[in-house]
């Protein structure tokens, strides 16, 4: 079994750049899929990165994912800051079970 | 536009039980691996359970094995999941989700309350 841990909150000012990293203890980043989803408040999960770096249609290129081999780590980036992305953010891996990270709560300030 | 809906929630006394569904639209049910999710009030995403597209491969978390059975029937486009001995941690919205992919979920319903308490 392994675990994600994410920080708990970021913030930072409209049009600006924020990245909310995501690590793995437990196994190896690269061998399964790093996948990052929005909630907002009140609604249920979206996809906005899947397979570590891949953007399902609709979500705007201001979104970008990356693996880390060396730090056994995933990152989400979100860059050119809206306040519509104002929400928390999970990361999600496998390997015989499905695990969620803690969350992010991202403040657009 | 593929959608998932959710039913079945409640408030349930402790040892008590559920079935929960939910519903495909959009989408031939039995192309997607499915998941049920759960989030507690102001906690995080916690997945449950996971059945592949033609039910003959089910996986639980520790916390439920034993006391959930996730089971689905493609030609009704439906999942379910049956709560047994229902406990107050598992008070929570829980969320059915799917893909075409084993590994993530791609689509989700808008979750369904579940309450355990006396």
């Known amino acids: 079994k392994f675990t994600l841990t994410q920080p708990h909150s970021v913030s930072e000012s409209p049009g600006k750049t924020v990245t909310i990293s995501c690590t793995r203890s437990g196994g190896n980043i690269a061998n399964n899929y790093v996948q990052w989803y929005q909630q907002r408040p009140g609604s249920s999960p979206t996809t906005v990165i899947y397979e570590d770096d891949q953007r399902p249609s609709g979500v705007p290129d201001r979104f970008s994912g990356s693996i880390d081999s060396s730090s056994n780590s995933a990152s989400l980036t979100i860059s050119g800051l809206k306040a519509e992305d104002e929400a928390d953010y999970y990361c999600?891996?496998?390997?015989?079970?499905?695990?969620f990270g803690g969350g992010t709560r991202v403040t657009v300030l | 536009e593929v959608q998932l809906v959710e039913s079945g929630g409640n408030l349930v006394q402790p040892g008590g039980s559920l079935r929960l569904s939910c519903v495909a639209s959009?989408?031939?049910?039995?192309?997607?691996?499915m998941h049920w999710v759960r989030q507690a009030p102001g906690k995080g995403l916690v997945w449950v359970s996971r059945i592949n597209s033609d039910g003959s491969s089910k996986i639980y978390a520790d916390s439920v094995k034993g006391r959930f059975s996730i089971s689905r029937d493609n030609a009704k486009n439906t999942m379910y999941l049956q709560m047994n001995s229902l406990r107050a941690e598992d008070t929570a919205i829980y969320y059915c989700?799917?893909?075409?992919?084993?590994?993530?979920?791609?689509?989700w319903g808008k979750g369904t309350t579940v309450t355990v308490s006396s």
């Open positions: 999600q891996s496998h390997d015989t079970s499905w695990v």
């Open positions: 959009g989408v031939t049910l039995s192309r997607y691996w």
């Open positions: 989700s799917g893909g075409y992919k084993y590994y993530y979920m791609d689509v």
